[in-house]
């Protein structure tokens, strides 16, 4: 299940919801926004989503992630709105029986929704410039692996 | 003569800063999205290429040649940048 929230992410809820007594396994990825980026200080940055296919594209790829990996539950959240240097921006958690499976699937999802879910990022820099993540120069995306 | 069609356009992002609004009503005789993107980035000044973007129809990802009708919700996606 995916959902996009434009309050804080409380990660304990999150875990303790996904509590299953046939799991021995759970692994989470949490994005935290982060201080810089290509050299500039970053003091915050909003999201912004297309709602409707980011809801049709995530739940697809949770679904790809069930096919490929035999994992019990997964739960991904990602936030819209501003948020603050260290904030959580996604939550990805995944339980499965053994730990395996979960190392897999949670990479997975996260991956995916990098790289398909419509959610643009905006960074407000210290030097008071502002810019879309990947569209700086709106043409020639440069790769990362983060 | 293609019969102009009214299409609904969503902007998202620096489309959406581009265009100065989050969405708009179209009339159009483009016959496909790829069409459709030339005209509005002669109107609104986009600056993304064409093959920078996506498209979706009606909520769901589609082709840059795919036959448009007339009331489709169109929106044009820039490079995404979530996670």
Same mark, same amino acid.
Request: hydrophobic share 40%; proline share 3%; with cysteine.
């Given at each position: 299940?995916?959902?996009?929230?434009?309050?804080?992410?409380?990660?304990?809820?999150?875990?303790?919801?996904?509590?299953?007594?046939?799991?021995?396994?759970?692994?989470?990825?949490?994005?935290?926004?982060?201080?810089?980026?290509?050299?500039?200080?970053?003091?915050?940055?909003?999201?912004?989503?297309?709602?409707?296919?980011?809801?049709?594209?995530?739940?697809?790829?949770?679904?790809?992630?069930?096919?490929?990996?035999?994992?019990?539950?997964?739960?991904?959240?990602?936030?819209?709105?501003?948020?603050?240097?260290?904030?959580?921006?996604?939550?990805?958690?995944?339980?499965?029986?053994?730990?395996?499976?979960?190392?897999?699937?949670?990479?997975?999802?996260?991956?995916?929704?990098?790289?398909?879910?419509?959610?643009?990022?905006?960074?407000?820099?210290?030097?008071?410039?502002?810019?879309?993540?990947?569209?700086?120069?709106?043409?020639?995306?440069?790769?990362?692996?983060? | 003569?293609?019969?102009?069609?009214?299409?609904?356009?969503?902007?998202?992002?620096? /489309?959406?800063?581009?265009?100065?609004?989050?969405?708009?009503?179209?009339?159009?005789?483009?016959?496909?999205?790829?069409?459709?993107?030339?005209?509005?980035?002669?109107?609104?000044?986009?600056?993304?290429?064409?093959?920078?973007?996506?498209?979706?129809?009606?909520?769901?990802?589609?082709?840059?040649?795919?036959? /448009?009708?007339?009331?489709?919700?169109?929106?044009?996606?820039?490079?995404?940048?979530?996670?």
């Amino acid at each position: 299940m995916f959902s996009l929230s434009p309050e804080p992410i409380d990660v304990q809820k999150l875990r303790d919801g996904m509590i299953l007594e046939d799991c021995g396994g759970f692994s989470v990825f949490e994005g935290w926004v982060r201080n810089l980026n290509e050299g500039k200080i970053v003091q915050k940055l909003t999201y912004e989503a297309y709602e409707e296919l980011a809801l049709l594209e995530a739940e697809r790829i949770e679904k790809e992630a069930f096919e490929l990996f035999p994992v019990k539950q997964i739960r991904s959240v990602h936030r819209v709105g501003t948020l603050e240097v260290s904030e959580v921006a996604v939550w990805i958690g995944v339980a499965s029986v053994h730990r395996k499976e979960s190392f897999g699937a949670c990479r997975y999802v996260i991956d995916e929704i990098k790289k398909r879910v419509p959610i643009w990022k905006k960074e407000f820099f210290a030097d008071g410039t502002e810019a879309w993540t990947r569209c700086d120069h709106c043409a020639g995306n440069h790769a990362h692996d983060h | 003569m293609n019969e102009t069609k009214e299409i609904r356009l969503g902007y998202f992002a620096v /489309l959406r800063e581009q265009a100065g609004c989050d969405c708009e009503v179209f009339e159009t005789t483009a016959q496909t999205p790829s069409e459709l993107y030339s005209e509005l980035q002669a109107k609104n000044g986009f600056s993304i290429d064409q093959d920078a973007l996506r498209v979706a129809i009606n909520g769901d990802f589609a082709e840059f040649d795919a036959s /448009l009708s007339k009331g489709d919700e169109v929106v044009f996606i820039p490079p995404v940048a979530g996670g």
